[in-house]
């Protein structure tokens, strides 16, 4: 099981993102104000919602090792090819694709960790 912080404006988009991850056996924690919890295994952003990109440099200042997956509608801006995320899923996704992506990126920070 993986903490995950779920960082995305739009309701709708949280509750499907956090009911599919819970599916999976993670705990999400939904981003509110600029403070990100501790304890986060995975970060999964959507790039367009206010504040992400800084809280995104932040956590990945803090913790190098911090997988991101970012969800979007958008081709990857550049500002985020430079934080090098584990997964780029373009919306509409899969409910497949976005745990396929989940799962790699945590498989990869557990293998790197070890």
């Known amino acids: 099981m993986a903490r995950v912080l779920i960082a995305e404006p739009y309701p709708e988009v949280r509750e499907l993102l956090s009911h599919i991850l819970t599916r999976l056996g993670h ?15 995975l970060l999964l952003a959507e790039p367009a919602s206010p504040g992400t990109l800084e809280l995104a440099q932040s956590l990945r200042a803090q913790r190098p090792e911090l997988p991101i997956v970012v969800v979007s ?6 500002t985020w090819t430079a934080l090098a995320p ?14 396929a992506a989940v799962e790699s990126a945590l498989v990869t920070r557990r293998s790197t960790a070890a």
């Open 27 to 41: 705990e999400t924690v939904l981003q509110s104000s600029g403070n990100a919890p501790r304890g986060i295994d």
């Open 73 to 78: 509608f958008l081709p990857q801006p550049a």
């Open 86 to 99: 584990a997964a780029y899923v373009l919306k509409p996704f899969t409910v497949v694709e976005l745990e």
